[in-house]
Structure formats: structure tokens, C-alpha cells
């Protein structure tokens, strides 16, 4: 399944005019799931983050949980850029960043707090130099989540040297020091913002973060897999809640 971001209605901001481009895939077909893991292992490995393999993937079984959603970016057809969605809840409570920072987010979830947690953000080496807005079209998914999913809070593991990038552009603060992530070998923090107060002061300064509820169903939605009724069961509970 697939959604082109030309729905979006006067987007503005950093990549607004690579919307008409630009397609967002569910990586559904094992060619498309492939494709992204070995995009992942040849981002990672141009970052020092992952040792060299023999089958030049990055893969775990987040991959395949009903709570998570893998989408590949796509410019003109080709696969630029990549990101993995896990809505938590306090039913759903895996993720990378769960399993990571229980004592700070399990307790949240207690509460009964959403969470969005975007990982596995990573864009093709060659590609990200040519097209710079490849960050803002990326990350654009995650808002769409906290958006669909009512998200109290939006999550990102992210190395010390982008945080700033994070601070600046997406608000968000610092909520754990770095740790290590399984698989990899540098050590991520875990970053967050409060999705209802900063949503209206982070869609006004990039209007391209906006979105259609068009769009975002079009996005969370799955088909052929039997997980679609669980998937559809999140969507719904999200939106009643």
C-alpha cells in the first residue's frame, strides 16, 4: 500500500516542493522489506553504526510486530529513505525504545499514555547528499502517526550529534542519555516532545508536516497479511480513545 504525498494541500517549508515526487510505501512484499534492510545496512555501515556482514541487512523482530509499520520513501520511483513506526500503548508495548528505556517508558505507559516511536530512520548514503530535505520527507511519517494515533507523545532515539537537529527543528528534548541499542555499535539517547502542545507551533513553522486523514489512512492501513484486523483494531481504539 502506498500514499503519495500530493494530498497534502499548500505545504510549505523544507521539502514541500519534492511533495509532488514523493511516495510512501508499506513495505509489505518480501522484495520491498529486503530492499529496506539492506538500505539500513549500508546507511549504517557508512555511519561506523553496524559491523560489516556477509548479507548486508539490518533486520529484528520489531519488523514483523502487529504495532509496527515499515515505510520506504520513495523519489521518482526510487527508494531513497526509510522508517519504522511502533505505536505504543498500554496494551502494545514493544519497540526498540521500550525495550531500551523500560524505566522511563514503561511507567508512562502505565498511565495510559500513546506513543509514537519512529526507528530505523535512515537514508540511502548518495541520495541524502543530493536531496537535503530527505530528513523533513521522512520524518513527515512520524507526525502522520502521532496525528492518526492521537499520540500523547512523540518519540525518537537519536545519536548525540544530531540532537541538536532534533531540539531545533522538531522540539524535542532529551529524556535518557545514550545507551546502546542491540545490533548496533554507537550508543543512542532518547529524545521526546508532547505531541498536543507542539503540534500547533511545529505545523506552523513546516506546513509540510501537515497531512489528510486521507492520506494517513491510506498509510496505516494494511491488506493480505492476517495482521490487518489487529491493525484495524489499533486504529480504532486510537481514534475512540
Known amino acids: 500500500m502506498q500514499s503519495s504525498a500530493r494530498s497534502v494541500i499548500s505545504a510549505a517549508g523544507p521539502g514541500a516542493d519534492l511533495l509532488t515526487d514523493v511516495d510512501y510505501r508499506l513495505a509489505e512484499t518480501h522484495e520491498e522489506k529486503e530492499e529496506i534492510y539492506n538500505l539500513r545496512y549500508r546507511a549504517y555501515l557508512r ?8 548479507d548486508g541487512r539490518v533486520t529484528d523482530r520489531y519488523d514483523d510486530l502487529p504495532n509496527s ?3 520506504g520513501v520513495y ?10 513506526i511502533s505505536l505504543l500503548t498500554a496494551e502494545w508495548r514493544e519497540s526498540t525504545s521500550t525495550d531500551v528505556f523500560p524505566d522511563v517508558l514503561l511507567p508512562r505507559l502505565d498511565r495510559g499514555e500513546v506513543m509514537i516511536d519512529p526507528t530505523r530512520f ?7 547528499r543530493r536531496v ?3 530528513p523533513y520527507l521522512t520524518l513527515r511519517i512520524a507526525y502522520m ?3 492518526q494515533f492521537k499520540a500523547d507523545l512523540g518519540l525518537a532515539i537519536v545519536r548525540a550529534e ?27 539517547g532518547l ?11 511545529v505545523f506552523e513553522r513546516y506546513p509540510v508536516m501537515r497531512s489528510t486523514a486521507f492520506e494517513r489512512r491510506m498509510l496505516f492501513g494494511r491488506r493480505g497479511e492476517r495482521q490487518v484486523a489487529q491493525r484495524r483494531m489499533l486504529v480504532a481504539d486510537a481514534a475512540h480513545a
Open 75 to 84: 523519489l521518482q520511483g526510487e527508494l531513497c529513505s526509510s522508517v519504522r
Open 145 to 147: 502517526a502521532c496525528e
Open 47 to 54: 555511519e561506523g553504526a553496524v559491523k560489516e556482514s556477509a
Open 162 to 188: 544530531h540532537q541538536a537537529f532534533y531540539r531545533r527543528v522538531f522540539l524535542h528534548a532529551t529524556i535518557a542519555e545514550p545507551r546502546l541499542v542491540p545490533g548496533l555499535t554507537k550508543p543512542f
Open 132 to 134: 537535503p530535505e530527505l
Open 191 to 201: 529524545m521526546a516532545a508532547d505531541f498536543p502542545s507542539f503540534r500547533k507551533r
Open 69 to 71: 509499520w515499515t515505510f
Open 122 to 128: 535512515v537514508a540511502d548514503p548518495d541520495k541524502a
